[in-house]
């Protein structure tokens, strides 16, 4: 066998252009088949792996194709869009946590992924360099794009124009790149995640520009007490920055604004047939897709016109294997000399047979090694090397903890809410409130520790009505966010005063048009301090008869301080009153009073204009008492009472008041306003 | 060492017939076999060398019944006692030098292939002065190297029957007679028996016996 071998490699050896030309055949005839096939398993694997690890898909009404295509692969867009209100419904219903998506745009060619911090533990994805998202603005690239664009943490993107024919239709930014994604082997590698705000900028929805209030008055078209109307001429910005962030802020309802897919991650079978029950419905604005069927039919459609490949491959290798039979019985004519030479000098025609089936037989192992080669080089070069990481929703949840038996954490976003926390849960959960004493949590910038903080958090314990002024701009775990005051968001009252105006020490910034000073109504407290407690029995379910217990002995505190409030208003009837800032709108509906704000800080002095038009308010409004965040300056105190006017010193509580709690504080502004209602002519 | 008697032989679907009635050569003795084209000379050689078989008749060669083996134990026979130099040399021609002369080792499974076959191989080319041509392939030899590789191949089993089918066929005159000085001293040396077919007069007269076909040829081929 060795010999025969030994000639049959010296024959092909000799004939090397006629060798080339039949292991070329063969390795073609397989190799494209071969690929095919490998590559449709391998994308097929992949693509499956990543639908299978995702298990429902929410979007618009349209083809399920193209949204399981945008949700899993990022490729393609869904002909409609649904609303930051549907994930918040999935949010809210208890059954699933609703991840949501926003992707329209492009940078450099690859997709902006906009979402929320969820995203990154569903997908398992961390951090190779740099930072996660802090604010929008930020983004961090996935391995691929990184290593493509050669971008690091510290490096700008700008986004990709919409549309070179309409150059307002969106304006580009230049985005931050915060940190690398370390390689995940799915199409994540081939994105730019931002939040999902970051999106919106992009789209319009939000925006900041200069302050056309305090800059060039040739901007400023119109203004009344309610609103500015600025010339076209305002320009927003490109990029954002620590400057300009604060003036970044949204047109309309946020939770109307657009997501092109939410990924649904049921926390259970029983909430995941709940939930798909509740999208069966004909006229609901949205579909619930199972990916790993639309994938599967995809693949169905896939593989139909694969056999027909198949079969053409089949034809071509029947066709490519005659000729080649051709080639070697021509072959053998040619070379009947050789082989009669070989029988006369002793060869059985047996070792002859052998001999030419050793040539074909190398020649044929070399094609199928060639062919078997190449095609596991494209699939390696170009098949999806696809893994799908994601956590179970509980897992997600516990990723955020230090060990899983740790303390969970709150973090709040003003003293009462902190105040009711601590009041509701004692030491089960550890409270987090990393604003600074001296600022007014309401206007907080915040730093990236400080936001940290808040990432990190189990429960982000928000009040509502506008008072969190950074979470705009700031990128948090969406699912983890609750609004204490959710309750009676249909209660908020407007302030509708002054859009903006200089405010101490934190400089230039807009009051909102409500008022956010929610827990200045004990009632309204109760009901965020309620919101309190189902949100820590949630997060932990064996403590809920220690919440209870807590909230009855709060609410009854509260009950009290109503009624301390109550009786101390009781004298002033609908006698006019005053406050130095709109910061008592619901403690006035609540126990009637006749109460007008002026926007007044206590440790300045107002300008002789504003005391013009404090007076001529006055006039028309005869109040004898003025509410004060705190005392007023002497002077300013001074001239108060010299107009009849009786200052006292009513602590909101956003920030832990000097002395005392918020319950304390309260009552103290109770006893301040009983105490100068009856001094009251 | 051949004794032929009553042999007839027929190619199938031809006129041609060889009929020997008695042919006797004895060991060490230089034949040549001559006769004009289609007289049946190489097929004379064929049978003796077992390739063909007779129809009736016997062929005896060094006490073996050629007549009567088959075709396996023919060519075994072949193998072991004959060497064969054939009119266009037949080399190989994608095998160089050395390993032609090594065929019949590579292609019969009677023969190994061992380094004492090699050193004779080389042995061999050496005594025809091929020793400095080993590496090369039939294409690069001339006649005459391509003659004395043949016979290298011939003689590299020692056979005691070496068969040469017009070996000096196209050559120059000089040739010719270096490649029958070769032969003569080939089979001098290992004492083998030679039969030379040609139709070339001056080689003819240098053998001791000549065989004329036309003696044996009946018909037309």
Known sequence: ?681 | MIAISDLEFRFPGSDFRLAVPSLSITAGERVAIAGPSGSGKTTLLHLIAGILSPERGTIRVRDHALHSLGDAARRAFRVAHIGLVFQNFELIHYLDTFQNILLPCRLNPALRLTVEMERRAQALAQQTGLDHRLGYFPHQLSHGEKQRAAICRALLTKPALLLADEPTGNLDPTAKHRIVDLLFQQAQESGATLLTVTHDAEIMARFPRVLNCRDFAAGGK
């Open chain 1, 1 to 681: 066998m060795k010999s025969v071998l030994f000639l049959a490699i010296r024959y092909l050896r000799f004939n090397r252009v006629k060798t080339a030309i039949m292991v070329f055949s063969i390795a073609v005839a397989v190799f494209l088949p071969l690929a095919v096939h490998l590559l449709v398993r391998d994308y097929q694997r992949g693509l499956l792996a990543r639908a299978e690890a995702t298990p429902l898909i929410a979007g618009a009404p349209g083809s399920r194709f193209d949204l399981v295509l945008h949700a899993l692969y990022f490729r393609g867009k869904p002909a409609r869009d649904l609303t930051m209100n549907d994930a918040a419904a999935i949010n809210h219903s208890g059954l699933a946590l609703a991840i949501p998506l926003l992707q329209k745009h492009s940078a450099r060619g690859f997709p902006i992924v906009g979402t929320s911090l969820e995203y990154f533990d569903f997908r398992a994805l961390s951090l190779a360099q740099g930072d996660g998202l802090a604010r929008v603005g930020d983004c961090v690239l996935g391995a691929s794009v990184a290593e493509k664009l050669r971008l690091h943490p510290g490096d700008k993107i700008m986004s990709d124009p919409e549309n070179v024919f309409d150059l307002a239709g969106s304006y580009p930014i230049n985005m931050h790149v915060k940190g690398i994604l370390a390689p995940a082997g799915n199409p994540d590698d081939d994105a730019i995640f931002t939040d999902y705000k970051t999106e919106w900028i992009i789209l319009g929805f939000m925006h900041g520009h200069q302050d056309v209030a305090q800059s060039d008055p040739n901007l400023l078209l119109a203004r009344d007490p309610t609103n500015l109307v600025a010339s076209e001429a305002v320009l927003p910005f490109q990029e954002i920055n620590d400057d300009n962030l604060i003036l970044f802020h949204t047109h309309g309802d946020e939770t109307k604004f657009p997501v092109t897919a939410i990924l649904v991650v049921p926390h259970d079978v029983k909430s995941a047939t709940l939930l798909r029950g509740r999208f069966e419905d004909p006229k609901a604005a949205a579909q619930l897709l199972i990916p790993k069927e639309v994938v599967s039919e995809t693949f169905d459609l896939v593989f139909r016109v694969k056999r027909f490949f198949d079969a053409q491959a089949l034809l071509v290798g029947g066709a490519t294997a005659l000729l080649l039979g051709l080639v070697v019985l021509l072959s053998l004519r040619l070379r009947r000399g050789e082989m009669e030479t070989m029988f006369k000098i002793g060869c059985a025609r047996w070792t002859i047979f052998r001999l030419l089936a050793a040539e074909i037989t190398v020649v044929t192992t070399c094609g199928v090694v060639l062919a078997v080669g190449l095609a596991w080089i494209v699939t390696v070069k170009f098949g999806a090397r696809w893994r799908a990481h994601t956590l179970p929703p509980q897992a997600i949840h516990q990723e955020s903890l230090s060990t899983p038996n740790a303390q969970p954490r709150v973090a709040v976003v003003n003293y009462p809410l902190s105040y009711f926390t601590s009041r509701l849960a004692g030491n089960e959960v550890e409270i987090i409130f990393p604003i600074p004493p001296n600022e007014d949590p309401a206007f907080w910038k915040p730093d990236s520790k400080g936001l940290r903080e808040y990432q990190t958090a189990d429960l982000i314990l928000l009040n509502g009505a506008d008072y969190e002024k950074w979470l705009p701009t700031s990128a948090l775990p969406l699912s983890r966010q609750v609004v204490t005051s959710a309750a009676f968001a249909d209660a908020y009252m407007t302030n509708g005063e002054v859009i903006t105006h200089s405010h101490g020490s934190e400089g230039l910034h807009s009051h909102g048009l409500l008022d956010f000073n929610t827990w200045m109504d004990p009632t309204q407290a109760k009901q965020q301090a309620q919101a309190i407690r189902d949100q820590l029995i949630r997060l932990r379910p064996t403590a809920a008869g220690k919440f209870d217990t807590n909230l009855q002995s709060l609410e009854k505190d509260l009950d009290d301080l109503d009624r301390l409030l109550a009786h101390a208003s009781v004298p002033l009837g609908r006698a006019p009153m005053l406050g130095s800032h709109p910061v008592y709108h619901y403690a006035a509906r609540r126990y009637g009073w006749n109460l007008k704000s002026v926007h007044w800080e206590p440790d300045e002095m107002p300008s002789d204009a504003d005391w013009r038009k404090f007076e001529q308010l006055h006039a028309e409004h005869p109040a004898k008492i003025m509410l004060w965040e705190e005392d007023p300056l002497p002077s300013v105190a001074a001239r108060l009472r010299q107009m009849g006017i009786e200052p006292i010193a009513f602590e909101t509580c956003a920030s832990q008041p000097k002395t005392g709690d918020y319950l304390t504080a309260m009552k103290t502004n109770a006893a301040r306003l009983a105490a100068a209602a009856a001094k009251a002519p």
